[in-house]
């Protein structure tokens, strides 16, 4: 197995990779102690993981036993329809990663991001601003949270992002109380921005694509033809009613949804979050 690859960037960030996992971390504190625990935890992610891969690619299945996969496994839980944990295993890593440093490290504020799904840590007057993008890099909008926030987890989906769709969402950015939660909202969301049987869509099995997907032989999208303005705003707003449900049952914070140039907002609501709490 590969070693842990380890890097210092610019702006006092580090840089862990390890197979598939890529992060970067950035403290205001004490950073050699979050940095070292970020280190020590991250040399042990990969392999316990890999412990319970073939539980964690199933949508139904015992509670597993580590405690990445247990988180995993508990976000996909409070959710209806197909889904299996591997949907919040980013955010479900960067959660773990960023745990570690809290309970080593003195910080103001930090964040783990896993290929852009970010579990974040603010503290008295902390703030923390992200950038959102389209596939050609157009700017879509900029997210800004501050420690008051409920907030504290961000993560991405669709047809740009690393993982199979079952829609047709070009991106779907979720905000939540953490980020494996945001992780899996934003698959499903993503997956809901759909337009079924549409002769411009061609869908393929998810194990044509990626052999090891999760998905296995359900068609996942593979390309997105000409779409008409009212077909788009269909689209967006079977994922906007997704997202909005998710909402009213406290699984998210908002959301951000994106197709061909047009997008939903379903805006920030703290009452909800803290209903749910």
Same mark, same amino acid.
């Given at each position: 197995?590969?070693?842990?690859?380890?890097? *210092?960037?610019?702006?006092?960030?580090?840089?862990?990779?390890?197979?598939? %996992?890529?992060?970067? =971390?950035?403290? +205001?504190?004490?950073?050699?102690?979050? #940095?070292?625990?970020? +280190?020590?935890?991250?040399?042990?992610?990969?392999?316990? *993981?890999?412990?319970? %891969?073939?539980?964690?690619?199933?949508?139904?299945?015992?509670?597993?036993?580590?405690?990445?996969?247990?988180?995993?496994?508990?976000?996909?839980?409070?959710?209806?329809?197909?889904?299996?944990?591997?949907?919040?295993?980013?955010?479900?890593?960067?959660?773990?990663?960023?745990?570690?440093?809290?309970?080593?490290?003195?910080?103001?504020?930090?964040?783990?991001?896993?290929?852009?799904?970010?579990? !974040?840590?603010?503290?008295?007057?902390? $703030? #923390?601003?992200?950038?959102?993008?389209?596939?050609?890099?157009?700017?879509?909008?900029? %997210?800004?949270?501050?420690?008051?926030?409920?907030?504290?987890? =961000?993560?991405?989906?669709?047809?740009?992002?690393?993982? *199979?769709?079952?829609?047709?969402?070009?991106?779907?950015?979720?905000?939540?109380?953490?980020?494996?939660?945001?992780?899996?909202?934003?698959?499903?969301?993503?997956?809901?921005?759909?337009?079924?049987?549409?002769?411009?869509? $061609?869908?393929?099995?998810?194990?044509?694509?990626? +052999?090891?997907?999760?998905?296995?032989?359900?068609?996942?999208?593979?390309?997105?033809?000409?779409?008409?303005?009212?077909?788009?705003?269909?689209? !967006?707003?079977?994922?906007?009613?997704?997202?909005?449900?998710?909402? +009213?049952?406290?699984?998210?914070?908002?959301?951000? *949804?994106?197709?061909?140039?047009?997008?939903?907002? =379903?805006?920030?609501?703290?009452?909800?979050?803290?209903?749910?709490?």
């Amino acid at each position: 197995m590969m070693n842990v690859q380890r890097a *210092l960037l610019r702006g006092e960030r580090l840089h862990l990779q390890h197979g598939p %996992i890529d992060l970067v =971390i950035g403290v +205001e504190g004490d950073r050699k102690a979050a #940095f070292a625990a970020a +280190e020590a935890r991250f040399a042990t992610v990969l392999a316990e *993981l890999m412990q319970e %891969i073939d539980l964690l690619r199933c949508s139904k299945g015992p509670k597993p036993q580590g405690a990445i996969a247990r988180k995993m496994w508990q976000n996909a839980q409070v959710h209806d329809g197909f889904v299996t944990p591997m949907a919040g295993v980013a955010g479900a890593v960067a959660e773990t990663i960023l745990s570690a440093m809290q309970g080593a490290a003195e910080m103001t504020r930090a964040y783990v991001n896993n290929g852009g799904d970010i579990a !974040l840590h603010l503290a008295k007057d902390a $703030k #923390f601003s992200v950038g959102m993008a389209g596939l050609d890099g157009a700017a879509l909008g900029q %997210i800004t949270l501050d420690a008051d926030s409920p907030v504290r987890g =961000i993560a991405s989906s669709g047809q740009g992002g690393r993982s *199979l769709s079952f829609g047709i969402a070009d991106s779907v950015t979720v905000l939540a109380r953490s980020a494996c939660a945001a992780d899996v909202a934003a698959t499903l969301i993503a997956g809901a921005v759909d337009l079924a049987d549409h002769p411009s869509i $061609k869908r393929v099995p998810a194990q044509s694509l990626r +052999e090891e997907s999760d998905l296995a032989a359900r068609l996942v999208v593979h390309h997105v033809g000409a779409l008409c303005e009212g077909e788009i705003a269909n689209a !967006l707003e079977a994922g906007a009613n997704r997202a909005r449900k998710m909402q +009213e049952n406290g699984l998210v914070c908002a959301a951000s *949804l994106h197709l061909r140039g047009a997008s939903r907002q =379903i805006e920030l609501n703290t009452r909800k979050v803290l209903d749910h709490a």
